[in-house]
């Protein structure tokens, strides 16, 4: 069996932008960071612009920006140590990589003339909007078990009655429960995530779950 799996937004894009805004901000002026989540893209946005040496066409393309002025020398050796960069230009390439893997639109850049700010705009993938350009919402739980095997929503209802206890559970001790691998495993529970039945603590590792 084959599946096609796609995200609204590609989280490494997402990585890339927030860093690469980070880096590139002016740490001498009071205007933070921006991040706004529009219903159909995101934007991000740092003060000032991007440097007058890369040219408005470059900008446009969005393909690959190379200066030689570097803002942020040694904030930039911080997210190499921490493995939130890897320099060589490599930040805009990555993002448009990511997206272009998922299904998703090319992000855009902008900035001014002045070079006074710089905003990139990462679209969300398009099977996430209607037809008419609304977005898409989740569906509700009972709207979605309707279109379930008999199978999947036993394995449903064996999580939601093992967390009716309200405490966190592991992956491993819902896995075991269930007589599933974790992988599998995962899967429901970001499914029963998806549809508001569940919450997780937000860690990579060592991730936990309860009922919402």
């Known amino acids: 069996m084959e599946a096609l799996r796609i995200f609204n937004y590609p989280y490494q894009a997402i990585e890339e932008a927030v860093v690469n805004a980070f880096y590139h901000r002016d740490y001498m ?13 995101i934007n991000i946005m740092n003060f000032p612009g991007i440097d007058r040496s890369i040219s408005e066409k470059t900008i446009a393309e969005g ?87 008999k199978k999947k929503i036993e394995q449903y209802e064996k999580i939601l009655k093992l967390l009716n206890d309200g405490e966190w559970h592991k992956t491993a001790e819902i896995a075991d429960n269930l007589g599933l691998k974790d992988t599998r495993t995962k899967e429901l529970l970001k499914e029963l995530i998806a549809l508001d039945k569940l919450i997780d603590n937000g860690k990579t590792k060592g991730k936990l779950y309860r009922l919402k």
Not at 29 to 41: M, Q
Request: net charge negative.
């Open 29 to 41: 002026s009071f205007e933070p960071v921006t991040i706004e989540i529009e219903p159909d893209c």
């Open 63 to 149: 393909k690959r920006f190379v200066s030689r002025y570097y803002r942020n020398r040694r904030l930039g050796e911080f997210l190499k140590e921490l493995d939130l960069s890897e320099g060589y230009f490599s930040g805009i390439p990555t993002i448009q990589e990511e997206l272009e893997k998922n299904g998703s639109p090319r992000a855009e850049f902008f900035t001014d003339e002045d070079r006074r700010a710089m905003r990139i705009r990462i679209p969300i993938h398009p099977a996430f909007l209607e037809a008419d350009g609304e977005v898409l919402l989740p569906d509700s739980y009972e709207k979605a078990t309707k279109k379930s095997s």
